[in-house]
């Protein structure tokens, strides 16, 4: 057994059966540690946690899902977010407008939007906040592996994409309570929408990072149609008390789906870029 474990959890919408989606998800990090860490192989374990089918009666079938796993084209290493810089920059523009609406109207520019999705195109998002026992189920899908692995003594890296850095934050939030004396070596959060005002109305209370997070890293491409409202968490969410406060990173997500369409959002570009890489070819050595 590997002293260190990587835990990943998924995004609202239903998926593929947890053996094919845990696989992309480990395909997509060997493939972004190939590329952009000179060829490293890493020595870790993953697990994902799986709550689709708390959601839905039944699994995607292959020929449903039109966003599987497709490694990136060309070779050597994926571009960073430095080699955009101009694009970078609009986006911090862009999220600052939207900020300093919502200091002078009182209402965040993409409240509506958000709200609308909630109810409708993310009925994933309304069951968590509406259905109690749906909510306790799907945290308990991520309480299993911390719980498992802090029983183990292992470090443990939590990697949370999307609605699952919603369930993520909760479970770690609330561990000393649910999870005594759990650890999480690094939190690592991927097109979060953490920062929307109708998702921290769900993670109702003090806007803290969890005090049992050692470092809390957050990435987002600012063309995520999730995450760009807000791709600065730290901006919201405070310091623990020791004092781990969040490291915002910008990021460029290349993800192809087979057909061709771009989407900033998905995951298995996330896994890949060269930041991310870092990160866990660090945490694995």
Not at 15 to 42: F, V
Request: hydrophobic share 40%.
């Amino acid at each position: 057994m590997n002293a260190k474990l990587i835990i990943g959890i998924h995004g609202l919408n239903n998926k593929p059966e947890p053996d094919i989606l845990r696989n992309w998800w480990m395909a997509a990090i060997s493939e972004g540690i190939s590329r952009n860490c000179q060829g490293q192989k890493i020595e870790v374990d993953f697990e994902l946690a799986y709550w689709a089918d708390v959601m839905y009666s039944a699994p995607k079938t292959l020929a449903e899902e039109a966003e599987s796993y497709v490694a990136a084209g060309g070779s050597g290493p994926l571009p960073r977010a430095g080699m955009s810089i101009r694009r970078m920059a609009e986006a911090r523009i862009e999220e600052g407008v939207g900020k300093v609406l919502e200091k002078v109207f009182g209402t965040p520019l993409a409240e509506t939007v958000v709200r609308d999705a909630v109810e409708t195109r993310a009925p994933d998002l309304h069951r968590y906040k509406h259905h109690r026992a749906k909510r306790d189920a799907v945290r308990e899908r991520l309480r299993e592996p911390l719980r498992a692995a802090h029983a183990r003594g292992r470090q443990i890296m939590l990697i949370a994409h999307s609605m699952g850095s919603i369930i993520a934050y909760e479970v770690l939030r609330d561990a000393g309570r649910t999870l005594p004396g759990l650890q999480v070596s690094h939190f690592v959060t991927m097109g979060s929408p953490l920062g929307l005002t109708e998702v921290k109305e769900i993670v109702a209370g003090p806007l803290l990072v969890p005090e049992c997070v050692a470092r809390w890293s957050n990435f987002a491409d600012p063309r995520d149609r999730v995450a760009r409202w807000d791709t600065c968490l730290s901006e919201d969410y405070r310091a623990s008390g020791s004092g781990v406060t969040i490291s915002d990173h910008l990021v460029i997500n290349g993800y192809l789906s087979p057909s061709g369409g771009a989407n900033p959002h998905k995951i298995y570009g996330y896994l890949r870029t060269p930041e991310v890489s870092d990160l866990i070819a660090g945490f694995a050595r």
